[in-house]
């Protein structure tokens, strides 16, 4: 990443961009070297596991304070998030509509505390998320079926107030990812 390039581009000085690249750096979605050069960094599968694990522990407790909560607001905008999964007709919407909703499930889970965890883990996923996209080939409409199918159920335990289930729910749903994305034996 050219801090000149991106100053000229963006019609500011390099200062910003500047600014702008080390908040990055401490979000995970940009890497320095030792010469102070810049670059989005590849995620490899150590990090892959590294983030779910994290994930693991964000997000069945927030699908388990969410359905606690049962706030109306929050449910809807899963709702929709939901009804955006289903309708999804490529990987980058997918992608897109699959963070939605995780995000909103930590936001429905209500503890600023967990939420400020998610925020640091949430644009390493977006990274990987659009890192993934480039090595699919072509959009799966049973990749899209079955993510909705899993937060649908999900949704649904939180509707229901089911917090031992949403939970549960929200733990399977990452432990399959992380049997996917693990190598082969």
């Not at 908040?23 to 892959?48: A, I, Y």
């Not at 927030?62 to 929050?74: C, F, K, Q, T, V």
């Not at 999964?85 to 429905?108: K, M």
């Amino acid at each position: 990443l050219s801090e000149p390039m991106l100053a000229r581009r963006l019609g500011v000085s390099r200062a910003p961009v500047r600014e702008a690249l080390i908040e990055l750096s401490s979000r995970g979605m940009v890497e320095f070297d030792d010469r102070g050069r810049s670059r989005v960094p590849s995620l490899g599968h150590d990090d892959l596991v590294d983030i779910l694990g994290i994930r693991m522990a964000i997000e069945p407790l927030a699908a388990a304070l969410a359905a606690a909560r049962r706030d109306a607001m929050a449910i809807a905008e899963l709702e929709r998030t939901l009804d955006a999964t289903r309708a999804a007709t490529s990987a980058a919407e997918l992608a897109a509509c699959d963070s939605a909703f995780h995000s909103g499930i930590v936001r429905a889970g209500g503890s600023r505390r967990l939420l400020l965890c998610w925020h640091v883990v949430e644009h390493q996923v977006d990274l990987w998320l659009t890192q993934m996209q480039s090595s699919v080939a072509a959009f799966s409409e049973r990749v899209r079926d079955s993510t909705a199918a899993a937060h649908g159920t999900m949704l649904e335990a939180i509707r229901a107030g089911d917090a031992v289930g949403a939970e549960r729910l929200a733990r399977d749903h990452l432990a399959e990812w992380q049997r996917i994305l693990s190598p082969a034996d």
